[in-house]
Structure formats: C-alpha cells, structure tokens
C-alpha cells in the first residue's frame, strides 16, 4: 500500500452524474473525493494507489430495503423447498434432511409454492410426521406468511393449537403460524443463527449491496435473533445493517429503540397479511376463495397513535401494508395523525410503507404529501404478476394488474426504495432494476435509471439519510460502490449503432448496462463500503481481509 490514504480507480466506466464520461474515480478516507478521466486523475493524484478496472463498470452498491437476515442465512445454509414440484417431492427433501439432523435440532426449510407445482395438492400433517419422524420441522411457504409444520413443532408451541388459523392438517396461518415460527426460531442455536445471519451478510455483500434495512420485529424474529444481527453486524468487512423493530410504540419499544440505536418502529410491523396466504386485508373478497377478504390486524386509531408517538419521539414510523383494505386504513390513519401533528411534523422523518402493493394514485398523492416512502419489491411482480400468475388468481386478472403501481408512485412523487423481502424473493437488485423496468402490466412501470436510483440513493433515503449525495459517486459522497463485468454500456449519444444490444427504448438508459429480459445481468466483481473492499470475487471466501484495499 502507498503512503497515500488515496485510492485511484482508472480504466473503468464510472456511474455517475458528474460526468457522463467518467472512467476514473479517486476516494480518500472512505469518502468520493473526485471524478473524472484517467488523464487528469493520475496528475491531481500522483501518490495515490492505482486500481486498473480494465474496462469494468464502477457504479454506487446496491441497498436492499426490506431483508430477513436470520431466515435467508437459514435458508442459505439450510434447506430449499423453491425447486420441489409437488407433495412426494417435498416430503422427499424433508425426509432426507431430517435423517441427516439431529433429534434435538429444528428443520427450517423454505419456499415451497404449490401454485407452481404439477399437483398442488399439499401433503397432510401426518405424512409430514411420518417424513420427519421426531424433528420439529417448520417449511415456510415462498411468501413466509404460512407454513406446513409437523406435530413435533407444534408440541413445542402448544398455544398454536387455540390461535386463529390453525389447522389440524394444512398450513398453519396468522396467530398460529407466528407462534411455531417463534417456536422454530427460537429452538436454534445461537451458534447456528450467528453462522446463518454471517452467510446472509456475505451474501449480500456478493450481491454488490452495502446495506440492508433488516425487518425485525417480536413474531417475526424475536429481541435475541437481532441483538444477535446487530453483533454480528459490527465485525468488520460486511454491509451496514439498518436495524427496524416492528411494534408499537409502546414504553418497551421505545426503551428498545434507544438502547439497540434502531433506526424505528417501522418494517414488518403487520396491518394485515400476504396475498398468497389469503391474508392480505381486501376491500372486496379473494377471488378464489370469496367468503374470505384478508385479515387486519391493526385499525387506523393504533396506527395513527404509533405514528404520533414515534413521530414524537423523533424516529421512523411504518408499517407492512399489502391490500386495499389495509391501504386505506393506513392512509386514513396518517390523516388523523395530522390532525394531532401537523403536515410538517408528520412529513419530517420520512415514515415508510413496506410492500403497498394496492394503491390508487389519489391515496399515492397524500402518502408523497406526507413525505412517505414506499419501500417495494419489484421481484413480486415478476414472480406473480401477469395475466395468469398468483395474483390474478387471488384477485382475478382486473385487480391484479393494478398491483405495484411503480409508475403511478413515481408520478405522483412517492419516494420509492427498492429491496427483495428475502427470502421471500433472492437477493438479486439488478434483476429488482430489470423487474421494475418491466412491470408485467403495461404502463406500471418504470424507467431504468428510476429503477435503479430506488435500489441506491433511494434505500439510504428511506432509512433517513437525506444528505443528498450517499448513493451517488459524486464527490462527497461515501465511498459505497460495487464493481460489475458487464456488457456494453448504454451511451448517451442517440445513435442506433451503439444501442445495437436492444431495441426496447425502456432499457436505453446512458451509463447503465443493457437491463433487457434477454440480456446477461452484470456480474459482481468488488463490493466496498465506504472505502473498504467487503466482497472481493477473487477471494474464495467472499470476503477480503478487515483494512485492505481492492487491488486489480
Ligand atoms: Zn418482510
């Protein structure tokens, strides 16, 4: 290393809106101090250590709005139900996973989705018994808003039985699904969730993400699993973690808030449920189940005095909020909280949404005048939208197009911040970029660089950063940036010769690599974090040694 704190990347494409023609960056201290061209970098800073990108495309590091780190690290290291095909499949996997633990330990598996499976048909409590033989098995549904447990489970959650959305047979929903999620979760060892929530962090760092809002809460994943996070977080060479607890701001909370530095009582703080589980809050009945419209969980009274309380207390509020029913509940809710607070007090601290994904442009108008983020998961659509996905089944093809309205939010000023839901969708922000971009309804979506500023600045915005350069490479800027091998950059000069990898105008974006469905998304070569190199792709454990730099 030179004597020079001063790094210089040179040779690559840098993204940035200083200069559309940038190829060289320089950052002292951890923090964008220039950028520019080769030439001149290399005279303004002769002793800095030079970094050649060979071509490589430098742009900000991606922030993740909405992870579940201990669940996605369990799933990472643990068992995949998302490539099983029906019920003999799955009980196959649990089967053979549950041979291979032992008694005492807990099976947590993720991600089975019957609606893609050849016969949908669900396996019975007792041939999952019959599977897993002593072990507590807990397997999540792709939407982690329902599970198929066995009987061992339940005996170590025996109030699951007496709660709402219990069954004796199917998937266990709502009360009774928290309950053996707690029970499940809290079975682990310390050591297996400090080892899941370090290959979580890892992984996202290989995904070129610098930080990730985890959605913490006490039925999601209980006080010790994020006292667990926030340690573990602290070790050095991982992405930041923006800590949310998803109560309400009683005297507890708060005390919470104040001792583990939580950024607020926001996230997975639920008004209602999923759409996959039949839980999300509706104003007209499932399609395909109509004697039922969803589950609300809070009234817009306990939403209104939460966002009073934690706007008194000066941090974020937010809530997940999924149907319409739940919507407008919210809405209606931040109406009466300016009634108390005034528009201005309210706007200050940016409280967020988590999901939104039925929302009407009248209610987009009042949440941009409140200065509320919509933190979305443009994955969903990909995974569910389009005329015969999951959605539309739900809901019927009508109400299901109208679903994550990204264009509508943009236009009417909504702050949006991009993020996975992970596990509930993989930790993959380009494909985030490319899903938004393009929406599986014409019209709602939005374009590549809306997309993609979401997925950067607008993630650090959403958890309060409001400097106006973090998620830039501008100079001021920390230094969060990822490097990608990616195909031909866009240019911005509006010639058909260079554009030759796409004729679809939405993906024309300049300084932005091709995002078209057909195109190979980049590859992640470094992730840095305000200067320090936390993945390196050259280093087989994914991580570069705590205080050394990138070196080409
Ligand atoms: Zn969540």
Redesign the pocket.
């Known amino acids: 290393m030179s004597s020079s704190n001063t790094t210089l990347l040179v040779g690559g494409r840098i993204h940035t809106p200083s200069s559309p023609d940038a190829t060289a960056m320089a950052v002292t201290d951890g923090i964008v101090v220039w950028v520019g061209q080769d030439g001149p970098g290399r005279a303004l800073h002769p002793d800095a250590e030079v970094i050649d990108l060979d071509g490589a495309l430098v742009a900000p590091a991606f922030v993740d709005a ?3 780190a201990t669940n996605t690290g369990l799933h990472l290291t643990g068992l995949d139900l998302t490539e099983v095909r029906d019920a003999a499949d799955l009980l196959a996997a649990v089967r053979a996973a549950a041979e291979a633990s032992a008694p005492e330990e807990v099976l947590i598996a993720h991600g089975w989705d019957e609606t893609t499976w050849t016969d949908s048909r669900l396996p019975s409590r007792a041939e999952l018994d019959d599977a897993a033989g002593a072990v507590p098995v807990y397997l999540s549904r792709v939407d ?1 808003h329902s599970a198929l447990v066995t009987s061992a489970l339940v005996e170590l959650a025996p109030d699951a039985v007496h709660a709402e959305g219990y069954s004796p047979d199917g998937p266990l929903t709502r009360d009774a699904h928290h309950l053996v999620r707690t029970a499940a979760h809290t079975a682990i060892t310390a050591e297996q969730r400090e080892r899941a929530q370090r290959a979580f962090l890892r992984a996202a760092a290989a995904a070129g993400i610098v930080s990730v809002h985890e ?1 913490a809460g006490p039925v ?1 994943s209980g006080e010790e699993d994020l006292r667990s996070l926030l340690q573990v977080a602290a070790e050095p060479g991982l992405p930041e973690v923006v800590p949310y607890w998803g109560a309400l701001a009683d005297t507890a909370a708060l005390d919470l808030v104040r001792e583990l530095g939580l950024r607020g009582l926001a ?2 703080l639920f008004v209602d449920g999923a759409l996959g589980s039949h839980t999300a809050a509706l104003c007209e009945p499932y399609a395909d189940r109509p004697h039922t419209s969803g589950t609300r969980y809070l009234d817009r009274q306990a939403i209104a005095d939460h966002l009073v309380a934690c706007t008194e207390a000066g941090i974020q509020a937010g809530f ?1 909020v999924i149907g319409d029913a739940a919507v407008t509940e919210v809405v209606e809710a931040f109406a009466l909280a300016e009634k108390t607070l005034g528009q201005r007090a309210l706007a200050r601290l940016g409280h967020r949404l ?2 939104v994904e039925m929302i009407t442009a009248e209610q987009a108008t009042a949440l941009a005048r409140w200065n509320v983020t919509a933190s979305m998961q443009p994955a969903f659509d990909a995974a569910w939208g389009g005329a015969h996905g999951m959605y539309a089944t739900r809901l019927g093809p009508d109400r299901a197009a109208a679903l994550n309205p990204f264009a509508t939010l943009a236009a009417e000023g909504v702050p949006l911040a991009f993020g996975s ?1 992970t596990p ?1 969708t993989p930790l993959d922000p380009w494909g985030g970029v490319r899903a938004a971009v393009y929406h599986r309804t014409p019209g709602s979506g939005i374009s590549a660089r809306a997309a993609f500023n979401a997925h950067t600045r607008g993630g650090h915005r959403a958890a309060g950063v409001v400097d106006g350069v973090t998620g830039s490479l501008v100079p001021g800027a920390p230094a969060h940036y990822a490097v990608w091998e990616a195909d031909d950059l866009v240019v911005a000069a509006p010639d058909a010769r260079v554009q030759r990898w796409s004729t679809d105008p939405r993906s024309r974006v300049p300084g932005l690599p091709p995002l078209d469905p057909e195109a190979t998304l980049p590859r992640c070569l470094r992730t840095v974090r305000a200067g320090q190199v936390i993945y390196d792709h050259t280093d087989g454990t994914g991580r570069a040694a705590p205080g050394t730099q990138a070196r080409a």
């Open positions: 909405h992870v579940h982690a959605c999601i996230g997975d997940h988590e999901h839901d509930v």
